[in-house]
C-alpha cells in the first residue's frame, strides 16, 4: 500500500462539466482521504483511458454529450468487466436507475443527494474491489506457493507448513489498506507477523505498537488521538497521538480484546470514517496509517457475550491470521531450541554448549502453556546457570514441573508415561528422565533418589555422573 496514493488503483471520474469534476475530486480527497482519482470530461475517450490499465473503478456521468453513461455501461461490461462503475445523475429516476444496475453499475447516486451519499458509495466500491484483488492475489500465492519476500520473516524460526502457508496469506494481504487481525495464545509471537506485515507493505512510515490493555476510555482516546493545547487542565502543550505519529506507516493495537466498549465505538468511528479528532480539535484529522490488532482472545465469544461489538469484530477480521501455538508444531522446537542457544550465548557471553539429545525429545511432549516466549525463558534460564560440558536438562524438567499445566506426558497411575511422546526415547534415555525426576522429587539427595529409583547409591552416583559428562 502506497500510503501517498489511495486507493492502489486509479478512480476515474468522469463528466462533461469540468467544474463538477473538480468539485467531485476535492469532495473525494477532502472527506475520504481519496488521492488516486484521474478525471475526464470527453465520454469519448474513457475507453482508451480504461485501456491503459490501473483503472478500478469509474464514477460517470449518465448523461453527457457524444456517448452517454449507459452506453459506456455497455462497453464496460464488455471490454473491461473488472472495473466497478458508480453512475452520477441529475435526476432521480427509478426506471433508469434500474436498467443501469442491470448493465452492471454498482451504485447509482443523484447529483443533488448530500455529499455522505455520493461520498459512502465511493468508499464501498473501493473496499469491494480492494477485497476482489486481495482475493486474486491470495489465490494467485497460495497456489504457487512460493514467498517473493522470505526476508520479512527472517525473526519468526520455523519449519512448519501451517506456519509458511500464513507467511503466503500475509505477503498477499500486506498491502491492503483493510485491518489485519492476528490472533493466537500468549506467547506465539503475534508482534513479529505484525512486523513482518509492516515490512510488507511498502508503508514508508515506521511501526508503532500500543498495548491498549488496561487502557480507560480517556487514556485510549488520549494515547490514540492526542490533544491540543489547553484542552483540559494540565494540558499546557499540544501532543501528537499515536495514529498522527504512524502516518504513513502502521499502527499496531496490541490486546484488542480488553477494549473497553466506550474504547471500541472510538476505534470502529476511526475504521469507518477514515478520521478522528484530537482532544479539543474542532477539525477532524485523516488516517494515515494502516491499522493490525492483536488479540490472544477469543473474540467471536466476547462479541457473543456482549464485550466486543458485532460490528467493530466483523470490520476488523477482514484479514485474519491466527498463529498456532507451539504445541501443534512440535517439529519447530529443536529450530527454536538453536536458535535461543545462539541467542542466550551472545547475549550472556558464553559459549553455545551443545544440547544432549533427549532435550528436544523430552520438550516435544510437553504443551508449552507460555508457547514460544516460555521456551525462550527456559533456554536463558538454563544457560544462566550452565558452567560446562553439554546442557544440563534439569532447568527444563524444573521449569516443566512447575508451569501452570501439567505436561501431557505425566501420567496417571498405570498409564504409560510415555505415551505423549512423539517419538519414543532410547532405554539410556528413558532412565536418564527417571533419574532427574527423581532427584527433583528427592530435593537433589541422593540417597533418597537412589531409595525411590530402587537402585544403589553407587550406581545412582555413577547415571550421573553419565549425564554430565554427556554419555547415555
Known amino acids: 500500500m502506497n500510503p501517498t496514493l489511495y486507493p492502489a488503483f486509479g478512480i476515474l471520474l468522469v463528466d462533461d462539466e469540468p467544474d463538477w469534476l473538480d468539485s467531485l475530486a476535492l469532495t473525494l480527497e477532502a472527506r475520504a482521504g481519496l488521492t488516486h482519482l484521474i478525471t475526464c470530461d470527453d465520454s469519448r475517450r474513457v475507453m482508451a483511458l480504461l485501456d491503459q490499465g490501473g483503472i478500478g473503478l469509474v464514477v460517470l456521468d449518465l448523461t453527457m454529450p457524444h456517448l452517454s453513461g449507459e452506453a459506456l455501461l455497455k462497453e464496460l461490461a464488455e471490454r473491461h468487466p473488472e472495473v466497478t462503475a458508480i453512475v452520477l445523475s441529475g435526476l432521480n429516476q427509478l426506471e433508469t436507475a434500474v436498467r443501469c444496475m442491470k448493465l452492471g453499475a454498482f451504485d447509482y447516486c443523484v447529483k443533488t443527494d448530500e455529499e455522505e451519499r455520493i461520498v459512502g458509495a465511493v468508499l464501498r466500491a473501493v473496499r469491494m474491489q480492494e477485497m476482489r484483488r486481495d ?89 490514540l488521538f492526542g490533544h491540543l493545547r489547553g484542552a483540559f487542565t494540565g494540558a499546557e502543550q499540544a501532543r501528537r497521538g499515536m495514529v498522527e505519529e504512524a502516518a504513513e506507516g502502521t499502527l499496531f493495537l496490541d490486546e484488542i480484546g480488553d477494549l473497553s466498549i466506550p474504547s471500541q465505538v472510538k476505534l470502529l468511528r476511526l475504521l469507518q470514517e477514515g478520521e478522528y479528532f484530537p482532544l479539543g480539535a474542532d477539525l477532524p484529522r485523516r488516517l494515515k496509517a494502516r491499522i493490525i490488532v492483536a488479540t490472544h482472545r477469543d473474540l467471536a465469544a466476547r462479541e457473543d457475550s456482549g464485550a466486543f461489538r458485532r460490528d467493530l469484530y466483523y470490520r476488523l477480521r477482514t484479514h485474519r491470521i491466527e498463529v498456532p501455538p507451539l504445541r501443534e508444531r512440535p517439529g519447530d522446537i529443536p529450530l527454536l531450541l538453536e536458535h535461543f542457544l545462539d541467542e542466550a550465548a551472545r547475549a550472556l557471553g558464553k559459549k553455545k554448549p551443545p544440547a544432549p539429545r533427549e532435550l528436544a525429545r523430552f520438550l516435544a511432549g510437553y504443551p508449552f502453556p507460555g508457547n514460544v516466549r516460555e521456551l525462550r525463558a527456559m533456554v536463558y534460564d538454563a544457560l544462566s546457570v550452565h558452567r560446562d560440558g553439554p546442557l544440563a536438562m534439569d532447568a527444563f524438567v524444573k521449569a516443566a514441573r512447575h508451569a501452570p499445566e501439567a505436561p501431557p506426558t505425566a501420567a496417571a497411575p498405570g498409564r504409560n508415561p510415555f505415551a505423549g511422546f512423539p517419538e519414543l526415547p532410547t532405554f539410556a534415555e528413558a532412565a536418564g528422565f527417571l533419574v532427574m525426576e527423581a532427584m527433583d522429587r528427592a530435593g537433589h539427595n541422593q540417597t533418597l533418589a537412589a531409595r525411590l529409583l530402587g537402585i544403589s547409591q553407587p550406581a545412582l552416583h555413577k547415571r550421573l555422573k553419565q549425564m554430565r559428562e554427556g554419555g547415555v
Not at 493466537?184 to 513482518?196: I, M, N, P, Y
Not at 515506521?206 to 482516546?221: C, H, Q, S, Y
Open 135 to 223: 482475493n486474486q492475489e491470495l489465490s494467485s500465492r497460495l497456489v504457487s506457493g512460493e514467498l517473493r519476500h522470505p526476508e520479512a520473516f527472517s525473526g519468526i524460526v520455523t519449519g512448519d507448513r501451517g506456519m509458511l502457508a500464513l507467511f503466503s496469506y500475509l505477503e498477499a494481504v500486506a498491502q491492503s489498506p483493510q485491518p489485519l487481525l492476528i490472533t493466537g495464545e500468549s506467547g506465539v509471537g503475534k508482534e513479529l507477523f505484525a512486523r513482518a506485515a509492516h515490512r510488507l507493505s511498502g508503508c514508508r512510515g515506521k511501526l508503532v505498537t500500543v498495548n491498549v490493555a488496561g487502557l480507560d476510555d480517556t487514556v485510549f482516546a488520549d494515547t
